[in-house]
Every structure is written in C-alpha cells, then in structure tokens.
C-alpha cells in the first residue's frame, strides 16, 4: 500500500501518523506533499519521519490554497510519485486523518480491486463550468482583508457576467470527461485506477480548464474514476462530520470515539493531538509501535460557495 499524504503543519502527529501506517507491513511505503509555502516542507528536506527508505517527499510541492486547482496539482504529484515507486493500491489522506481499521482488513476488501471514492454524478458541476477570477483568495477574512474581500465580491460579479454572455453565446466549458461528479478530496484505489490519474491529470492541468473553478478536488478524480471504471465504484471509507453550513470537517474527540469505531470505516478525520489526543492511545484504533507507549459511506456535505 502507498499512502499518499497532503500535509502543511504539525510535523509531530504527521511522524506519528506514518508510523502507525507503516507499522503492519514492511512493504508499505509513504509519500508526502508538503505545501511549499509550509515550514514543514524546510523541516522535511532535513529530515524525513518514519522508517528509513519508505517515506518520500515530493521534491517539488506546489502552494496549496483551500478550494483551488493547487490541490489537484499538489495530488497529481503524489500520484505521481507513488505510480514510480510502484504500489498495488494507495490511499490519499491529509495530515489530519487517522487509521481506523486494521491493514489486514482494508487489504481483503481492496482484493476486489474497487474503486473507493464517494460519487455524485451531476452534483454540484457548475462550480466546474463557471468561472471565478477570486479563487485565490477564497478564504479571505473580511474582518481583517476589507477591501481585497470587497474586491472579490467585484470579481465574482464580472466572472457572473461573462459566464452568462458565454452562455447566450453558445461557448460552454468543456466538459472532457462527461458531466462532472462530485465526491469528497480523499479516496482509495487500486494500481491501475492510479496509472489512470497518473496519465489524465497532467495534460488536464496543463490545458488550463481548471483555472477559474471552484473545489476541483472534489469533482476531478470522481469524475475521471466514473469515466474510466464506471462498473468499479465502492463506496468511500471515511468518517467525517461536517457541522450544518460549515466548508470545513469539525475536529473529532473522545465523544466521537464510540460512533467511528462502529462506523466500520477504514479512516477517520479530522483529529488534532492538540485539540484531544485521544486517538493515540485509544484501545479502539490502530496504534503506533510501542516507542511511544466493511462497508461505511463517506459522511460528508458540501462545501458552501
């Protein structure tokens, strides 16, 4: 298995998080992008966590911002990487999110060779076939950024306008790969479904179509999987919760201890060592080594725009 890891911070609870993945077997490796803009990824170059030779860094990370195609630019460079090492099946998980099913276990449902990515065809596909100029600056704080967020408002307004001259003009954004699905950024898949990613996403992002788009990451790999393995969907296995209207998964805690590990899910997020440490030691999930002492739907909502 090759874990393919998007991190920015919180270099200690990434260490621990490789080692307790790599943990179950010695064939398993790790690969990391760390965000460019990151102290991480100075922190990394000196020094690599986890067991010698199976941990990888991306040589070139690219700046990560939150709903733009940096993300689908900074996971096509993990996969990448991981179709050079060579695996038979990767998982894509941020630095946040925690094992919760023993390897022995993903691996047998992996042998079916599915697909695990959540899928909704159609859902949510104009935020691919509009075109917004802010996308760099969607997380701006209008307490602090009061006239660049003034701005953005300005730059939505025209981006409104030129789509619906688009429109009556007849010139729609392609749409290469059929309508465009949604599904949440992380997934699972087996060496050929990665191969897949390996040859589509480059030329897609070199063509430019997604500059302009909204949350790419939540509909480019769905969309691509539906396409190229349409009979080969399974479901998602991941535990998450969103609050009602929020863009973000809220942390998870001992309270949520009970529900995620009936959830038969393979991975939780999002959790913080600083925020409650409980899953470092929970008797429940997977542990790192002793140095320190089925079938769940992916529960996630939309991203608000």
Same mark, same amino acid.
């Given at each position: *298995?090759?874990?393919?890891?998007?991190? &920015?911070?919180?270099?200690?609870?990434?260490?621990?998080?490789?080692?307790?993945?790599?943990?179950?077997?010695?064939?398993?490796?790790?690969?990391?992008?760390?965000?460019?803009?990151?102290?991480?990824?100075?922190? +990394?170059?000196? !020094?690599?966590?986890?067991?010698?030779? !199976?941990?990888?860094?991306?040589?070139?990370?690219?700046?990560?911002? $939150? %709903?733009? $195609?940096?993300?689908?630019?900074?996971?096509?460079?993990?996969?990448?990487?991981?179709?050079?090492?060579?695996?038979? !099946?990767?998982?894509? +998980?941020? %630095?946040?999110?925690?094992?919760?099913?023993?390897?022995?276990?993903?691996?047998?449902?992996?042998?079916?060779?599915?697909? &695990?990515?959540?899928?909704?065809?159609? &859902? *949510?596909?104009?935020?691919?076939?509009?075109?917004?100029?802010?996308?760099?600056?969607?997380?701006?704080?209008?307490?602090?950024?009061?006239?660049?967020?003034?701005?953005?408002?300005?730059?939505?307004? +025209?981006?409104? $306008?030129?789509?619906?001259?688009?429109?009556?003009?007849?010139?729609?954004?392609?749409?290469?790969?059929?309508? $465009?699905?949604?599904?949440?950024?992380?997934?699972?898949?087996?060496?050929?479904?990665?191969?897949?990613?390996?040859?589509?996403?480059?030329?897609?992002?070199?063509?430019?179509?997604?500059? %302009?788009?909204?949350?790419?990451?939540?509909?480019?790999?769905?969309?691509?999987?539906?396409?190229?393995?349409?009979?080969?969907?399974?479901?998602?296995?991941?535990?998450?919760?969103?609050?009602?209207?929020?863009?973000?998964?809220? +942390?998870?805690?001992?309270?949520?201890?009970?529900?995620?590990?009936?959830?038969?899910?393979?991975? *939780?997020?999002?959790?913080?060592?600083?925020?409650?440490?409980?899953?470092?030691?929970?008797?429940?999930?997977?542990?790192?080594?002793?140095?320190?002492? %089925?079938?769940?739907?992916?529960?996630?909502?939309?991203?608000?725009?």
């Amino acid at each position: *298995m090759a874990y393919l890891l998007l991190a &920015h911070d919180a270099p200690e609870q990434l260490e621990r998080l490789i080692e307790t993945l790599l943990a179950a077997s010695a064939e398993d490796f790790a690969v990391i992008h760390a965000d460019r803009r990151s102290a991480l990824w100075h922190a +990394l170059r000196k !020094r690599l966590p986890g067991p010698a030779g !199976r941990v990888h860094l991306v040589a070139d990370p690219v700046a990560v911002r $939150w %709903g733009h $195609w940096s993300q689908v630019a900074a996971t096509a460079k993990l996969v990448r990487e991981a179709t050079r090492l060579g695996c038979e !099946r990767a998982h894509l +998980l941020s %630095g946040t999110d925690w094992p919760v099913a023993a390897r022995a276990d993903m691996a047998r449902a992996l042998g079916a060779n599915l697909c &695990h990515v959540e899928l909704r065809p159609g &859902h *949510m596909a104009e935020r691919m076939q509009t075109y917004r100029f802010d996308t760099r600056w969607l997380r701006l704080d209008p307490a602090r950024d009061r006239l660049a967020y003034a701005a953005t408002w300005e730059l939505r307004r +025209l981006a409104r $306008w030129l789509d619906r001259t688009r429109g009556k003009l007849g010139r729609e954004r392609a749409q290469p790969f059929g309508t $465009w699905a949604y599904g949440s950024q992380w997934w699972s898949l087996p060496a050929d479904a990665l191969d897949m990613l390996a040859r589509e996403l480059p030329p897609l992002l070199r063509s430019g179509r997604l500059k %302009g788009t909204l949350c790419s990451d939540e509909h480019v790999v769905p969309t691509l999987v539906a396409h190229f393995f349409p009979d080969r969907i399974a479901a998602n296995q991941r535990f998450v919760r969103f609050p009602q209207g929020s863009s973000s998964p809220r +942390l998870l805690g001992a309270r949520d201890l009970a529900e995620v590990a009936a959830s038969d899910a393979w991975f *939780m997020r999002k959790v913080s060592a600083a925020h409650d440490p409980f899953f470092l030691d929970s008797p429940a999930l997977p542990h790192a080594p002793e140095r320190d002492g %089925g079938h769940a739907e992916t529960l996630v909502s939309p991203r608000p725009e």
